[in-house]
């Protein structure tokens, strides 16, 4: 762990860059966490910086942030990201540094790909009714013209259980149940 945070101080971007593909193979920690988000907002080469954004995007450092973040409450969290909208609209702060700060406070769940029209089965075309035979000529009916299935709203990421249990609402839900059972076990 020491040689790689060596080499993410390293003045060679050939070393930072192989220091940001060992990430890949490493446990996070916290230490590796803050080294990637230093890099992120303040490294020399640009796409070493995209390159750090990216390792701090991963599944494993995504589950630590996730961590992190649960110390803070979802008003805090959207006035932060509010904030950090509008101080690189100011020119404040430049935009590396604000999309590692906005990855530091935002985490973006990837939903479930839906399959694509190639691989969904299609629904068989209903068949028309056989023909009742009448002694006045009728019109054929008009075939049913199949309609075109209304575009999906795109699904909205689902928290993990940890995220939900700890929620701001699911907390206040619990006090105020453990409360009437209080009440309720006095009486």
Same mark, same amino acid.
Do not use: C, H
């Given at each position: 762990? =020491? /040689?790689?945070?060596?080499?993410?101080?390293?003045? /060679?971007?050939?070393?930072?860059?192989?220091? +940001? *593909?060992?990430?890949?193979? &490493?446990?996070?920690? %916290?230490?590796?966490?803050?080294? @990637?988000? #230093?890099?992120?907002?303040? /490294?020399? =080469?640009? &796409?070493?910086?995209?390159?750090?954004?990216?390792?701090?995007?991963?599944?494993?450092?995504?589950?630590?942030?996730?961590?992190?973040?649960?110390?803070?409450?979802?008003?805090?969290?959207?006035?932060? +990201?509010?904030?950090?909208?509008?101080?690189?609209?100011?020119? +404040?702060?430049?935009? =590396?540094?604000?999309?590692?700060?906005? !990855?530091? $406070?935002?985490?973006?769940?990837?939903?479930?790909?839906?399959? &694509?029209?190639?691989?969904?089965?299609?629904?068989?075309?209903?068949?028309?009714?056989? %023909?009742?035979? !009448? #002694?006045?000529?009728?019109?054929?009916?008009?075939?049913?013209?199949?309609?075109?299935?209304?575009?999906?709203?795109?699904?909205?990421?689902?928290?993990?259980?940890?995220?939900?249990?700890?929620?701001?609402? !699911?907390?206040?839900?619990? @006090? $105020? @149940?453990?409360?009437?059972?209080?009440?309720?076990?006095? *009486?």
């Amino acid at each position: 762990m =020491d /040689d790689l945070i060596r080499k993410f101080n390293d003045p /060679d971007p050939e070393i930072r860059k192989l220091a +940001l *593909i060992a990430v890949s193979q &490493s446990p996070a920690t %916290p230490e590796l966490l803050f080294y @990637l988000e #230093k890099m992120a907002a303040q /490294d020399k =080469d640009e &796409s070493l910086r995209a390159a750090a954004l990216e390792a701090i995007n991963a599944p494993n450092m995504r589950a630590l942030r996730a961590q992190r973040l649960m110390k803070i409450t979802g008003g805090e969290q959207r006035f932060i +990201l509010q904030e950090l909208e509008t101080w690189q609209k100011q020119g +404040l702060i430049g935009d =590396d540094l604000a999309n590692s700060l906005r !990855s530091r $406070y935002q985490i973006t769940f990837k939903p479930a790909p839906v399959p &694509s029209k190639a691989e969904r089965p299609t629904p068989a075309a209903p068949t028309p009714p056989a %023909p009742v035979p !009448s #002694k006045v000529e009728e019109p054929a009916p008009a075939q049913p013209v199949a309609a075109t299935p209304a575009p999906r709203p795109e699904p909205r990421p689902r928290q993990s259980l940890a995220q939900t249990l700890l929620s701001e609402t !699911s907390i206040k839900t619990f @006090l $105020y @149940l453990g409360a009437f059972f209080v009440i309720s076990a006095a *009486i």
